[in-house]
């Protein structure tokens, strides 16, 4: 390289680290010093691994001087750094102090002076540490119960002494059973456990990922999805792990489609790992080049996954090839297309073990938000509906009520209902399921899509011709092992509503779809916000900016750009637009042929087309009373 810049030496000198070439990695650090490179965080945590992994103490304690006059001396993860050096180099003493000393702790600190013990002390010690971080409030993780329980057999002992058995101390065991290679013990433990949360099935499933059980720790994070445990990212760690080690391409692609279909992943650090360890999960076979789609499909990726991609080029010069036998249940549960190309985050699969709302939800109203909680409270929610509707039967095509693009806005609103998760939409094609016998489509969510049980209204009708109505599918979902909850109708209590009950035979009184759009139709947004719980929000397309007119407080658009319903004709007061982050309050204009934006104070419209948007939310408020 010309010019090496400051993630190259970074790169070298972790990278010679992780491969165990300690002295090498030395050697990179002390050139990138010397090239005066200002060393950072991870500069001085990779020099510290390599450190301890050469049992350097006097090198290790020249580096700990430059942290301490450096900005990083406050630095939680500084401090684990140089926790794990002196454990490593028999220092115990000095990783005390360091620990005793740091401003800020977090449990990969605890875990990394725990681990001193426990390499260094009787296990008595460590079990020590570890009591006090329990009682400062901090929750033991998976490494944490590895390092306390890391010499089995006075673990064991420790253990059956004993006279309250929680999961925590069963999690413990079975991580100190996996680390000696024990993982019969550890299954056997598991089994027996009264509770089991999200930490035991992350060890039982990390156990036999380290044993090179992978199929195995496949199958058991299908268990986990049937049992409607919520996994973590460490779940998906360990997953991606296993198929690494398979060196299977097609398993890696479908977790990777399960990690996207999964919300809850937060902020850009945990969502660049995700991406860096699926790329070295899907470049383990030799085919490597889709993993490069994935670092352009990124917003903003790292120059880090861009260098690890690099070097998994290098890695995969040789590759062993991947097993020619596999669980065929496996494959079926996370494999419907049978082909190389990459899934996309809606793959049926994802429905195994989930309970799934049935309806259309084309409006989202609170109605079908009533479904998504009664799912939730009983697994993983889900929203199964069907599109192509008009097209198949023939129907005059008419604007969606919300824009497809908004819809996942919206569902994320429901996660405060639905228990803080935010529940996952599959749409499946019409045509697919058309001439289904209510019969044959109790089968299909049972065999093909794996849930484990339903949610519907009690006038929900399914099946060719809707020849099925609630009490129908009770008795099928019983026939089939699958659960069905019946709920009664979210019921309109508005009074305008009236002269829709007596004209149409359909209507009961229940909030429906018609019911927003009869109120669209009539302009009356406040009763709008009421059907959908929300306030309607109209998106417009930006990308013909040319048919846009703008001044320094009005902007105007043909209603050719509207992706979804917008209400009758007329002035709307008390709207709001959001324009570079920024809520601007406006009223709207809809006449035969535009949309017209005004603001209430001067704004800046005139420069909205070089702000690049693709769309623009216009919500429309309740009015004022």
């Not at 993983?380 to 908004?406: H, K, N, Q, T, Y």
């Not at 697919?432 to 065999?447: G, I, M």
């Not at 916000?529 to 902007?555: A, C, I, Y």
Request: aromatic content about 8%; some cysteine; overall charge neutral.
């Amino acid at each position: 390289m010309p010019e090496p810049d400051q993630c190259s030496w970074n790169l070298m000198v972790s990278s010679f680290a992780q491969c165990e070439l300690f002295d090498s990695s030395i050697e990179y650090f002390t050139r990138m010093h010397k090239e005066d490179f200002v060393l950072n965080e991870f500069s001085y945590g990779s020099g510290l691994s390599a450190c301890a992994g050469l049992r350097d103490l006097k090198m290790g304690t020249q580096i700990h001087a430059s942290v301490v006059i450096s900005k990083y001396s406050n630095s939680v993860y500084m401090g684990s750094a140089l926790i794990d050096m002196y454990s490593k180099t028999g220092n115990v003493n000095c990783a005390t102090k360091v620990f005793n000393g740091m401003c800020e702790r977090n449990v990969v600190s605890w875990n990394s002076l725990i681990s001193c013990y426990e390499q260094n002390r009787p296990v008595s010690e460590a079990l020590e540490i570890f009591v006090r971080m329990m009682d400062f409030g901090f929750k033991p993780d998976e490494k944490t119960l590895a390092s306390v329980f890391g010499r089995i057999d006075e673990a064991r002992w420790i253990f059956d002494k004993m006279p309250v058995r929680s999961a925590v101390s069963y999690t413990c065991l079975g991580s100190g059973y996996a680390r000696v290679a024990s993982v019969t013990t550890v299954r056997s433990m598991f089994m027996g456990m009264i509770e089991r949360n999200v930490e035991s099935w992350n060890a039982l499933i990390a156990g036999y990922t380290q044993n090179g059980n992978n199929e195995e720790a496949l199958n058991l994070f299908l268990m986990l999805k049937r049992e409607s445990v919520w996994p973590t990212h460490y779940t998906f760690g360990n997953l991606l792990n296993a198929c690494a080690n398979l060196a299977d391409l097609k398993l890696g692609r479908q977790a990777h489609a399960h990690i996207r279909s999964m919300d809850f992943v937060s902020g850009m650090d945990l969502s660049l790992m995700f991406l860096t360890t699926t790329i070295f999960t899907i470049a383990s076979p030799p085919t490597s080049n889709s993993s490069f789609k994935n670092l352009r499909n990124k917003n903003s990726s790292s120059t880090c996954c861009l260098s690890n991609k690099v070097s998994d080029f290098g890695v995969n010069c040789v590759q062993p090839k991947s097993s020619d036998t596999r669980s065929s249940l496996l494959y079926q549960s996370l494999s419907q297309s049978g082909t190389d190309e990459e899934p996309p985050s809606e793959r049926l699969p994802i429905l195994a073990g989930g309970l799934v709302a049935l309806g259309k939800f084309d409006a989202l109203h609170i109605g079908h938000r009533e479904l998504a909680i009664q799912a939730a409270k009983r697994g993983i929610p889900f929203l199964l509906s069907f599109v192509g509707m008009a097209d198949v039967l023939g129907w005059e095509p008419r604007a969606p009520i919300v824009a497809e693009c908004d819809r996942k806005r919206i569902l994320s609103t429901w996660a405060p209902y639905c228990g803080n998760v935010i529940p996952r939409e599959l749409q499946i094609d019409f045509s697919n399921v058309r001439y289904l016998t209510p019969r044959q489509f109790v089968e299909k969510l049972s065999k093909e899509l794996g849930v484990r049980g339903v949610v519907a209204g009690e006038n929900y009708r399914f099946g060719y011709r809707a020849a099925g109505d609630a009490s129908d599918l009770v008795k099928l979902c019983e026939e089939y092992g699958l659960e069905a909850y019946i709920i009664n109708s979210v019921m309109d209590n508005n009074q305008i509503s009236g002269a829709l009950n007596s004209c149409d035979g359909k209507e009961r009184g229940q909030v429906s779809s018609t019911r927003v759009r009869y109120a669209l139709d009539k302009g009356d947004m406040k009763y709008v916000s009421e059907l959908l719980g929300r306030n309607h929000r109209l998106v417009l397309m930006m990308e013909d900016q040319e048919k846009f007119t703008s001044e320094s407080n009005r902007l105007s658009a043909p209603k050719s750009c509207l992706l979804n319903l917008a209400p009758k004709e007329g002035l709307y007061e008390n709207c709001s637009v959001l324009i570079d982050k920024n809520v601007i309050p406006c009223r709207v204009i809809v006449d035969t042929t535009d949309i017209h934006l005004e603001c209430y104070e001067v704004a800046n419209f005139s420069c909205i087309t070089a702000l690049d948007l693709k769309i623009l939310g216009i919500d429309f408020g309740s009015p004022q009373s």
